[in-house]
């Protein structure tokens, strides 16, 4: 009984988790909790811990790769690192403001976030309307490549923890 509630819920975990993905959820980090409650329901009879590891690594990455894509695409078109920071900055504020808007809020709430926290740092210090336009386009754009980045990531893990299933 309790492998069945474990592949239960490790399949739960792991499909809402690539679902929150893309509003700017912690999705990695639910399919890693899945996977470790995994783990411990089945007493870690699948799960090493050098796959422990990995899964966690990967979901650091994650977090990593969204945080640098932002910055990276915001001064690949053309932006500061004024206009990186303000990405970032604009994105989390953006998704917090969305949540009150049902399912897709906190996605258009970050895209907005990003590209309005990227053109109003890159304005301010290069006082240049297209410079910053540019720069809060690149921020979108990062912005999308994260979420893609991410989700890759989180088929990885899902792949990891087909693998702990199947192995038990």
């Known amino acids: 009984m309790n492998d069945v509630l474990a592949v239960v819920l490790l399949a739960a975990c792991g499909v809402v988790g690539l679902l929150l993905i893309p509003f ?8 890693v909790l ?3 409650a995994f783990g411990w329901l089945t007493r870690f009879r ?16 994650g977090e990593i790769v969204e945080s640098w894509l932002g910055f990276r695409f915001a001064r690949r078109y053309g932006g500061s690192h004024r206009a990186g920071w303000g990405a970032l900055i604009g994105g989390l504020i953006g998704a917090v403001v969305g949540v ?12 907005v976030g ?3 926290g990227a053109a109003l740092f890159e304005y301010a210090y290069s006082r240049q309307a297209v410079v910053a336009v540019g720069a809060g386009w690149g921020a979108v754009v990062g912005r999308a490549a994260a979420a893609a980045a991410k989700i890759a990531l989180g088929l990885v893990i899902g792949v990891l923890s087909l693998v702990a299933v199947l192995r038990r």
Request: charged residues 0%; glycine residues 14%; without cysteine.
């Open 46 to 61: 699948s799960e090493s811990v050098a796959t422990i590891a990995i899964v966690l690594a990967l979901a650091f990455v």
């Open 24 to 31: 700017g959820l912690p999705g990695l980090w639910v399919m």
């Open 100 to 111: 009150p808007v049902p399912v897709v809020g906190s996605v258009i709430g970050a895209f």
């Open 114 to 116: 990003s590209f309005g």
């Open 34 to 36: 899945g996977y470790l």
